[in-house]
């Protein structure tokens, strides 16, 4: 069988890093005003369950170091085929991160739970925008589902899928 049609033939699910920064590990109790009542554990439950309706695999972690972070980006490539990444605070102030995603290549989705730009002006600036491929921001933890969602039907569409 021409090498080609093997690739096309492929059934590997596109596989997502969802990669969430400090503090988040604190949803549910954090400012629930701002950011909800969902626990991380509960996103990415729910994460899980719409990976699998969209036909990829997905696998989430947590960190409160910006080193980590840096350290699962940059290991992506191979084992990963996209990115969701909310950073936190290291949104605003990581060119790590930013230099991780640059090196790497992967498409990703910056994610928010709330909507940085109607906040305080320090969230404003995001140092990591210029390498995501789009931004989902405001939507609470339904936020990361709706990244999930735009990455796979844009970078990884079924066939026959419409865009
Ligand atoms: C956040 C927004 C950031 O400004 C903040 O530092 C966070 C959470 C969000 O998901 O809304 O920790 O990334």
């Not at 709330?114 to 140092?127: L, Q, V, W, Y």
């Not at 990455?151 to 899928?161: C, D, K």
């Amino acid at each position: 069988m021409p090498e080609g049609l093997v690739k096309n033939l492929s059934t590997t699910a596109p596989r997502i890093l969802c990669i969430s920064g400090p503090n988040l590990q604190l949803l549910g109790t954090r400012e629930p005003n701002v950011y909800g009542k969902e626990t991380l554990a509960a996103i990415h439950q729910r994460l899980a369950a719409r990976a699998a309706e969209l036909g990829v695999t997905i696998e989430c972690k947590q960190s409160n170091h910006e080193g980590a972070i840096v350290d699962w980006i940059g290991e992506a490539p191979g084992r990963f085929d996209g990115l969701l990444l909310n950073p936190g605070a290291y949104t605003h102030t990581s060119i790590a991160i930013y230099d991780a995603l640059k090196a790497v290549g992967l498409p990703c989705v910056e994610v928010h739970l709330s909507n940085p730009d109607a906040r305080e002006a320090f969230r404003r600036r995001s140092r990591i925008a210029a390498a995501c491929m789009a931004r989902v921001a405001g939507f609470g933890g339904e936020s990361y589902a709706l990244a999930l969602e735009g990455l796979v039907r844009t970078r990884f569409p079924r066939p026959g899928q419409k865009g």
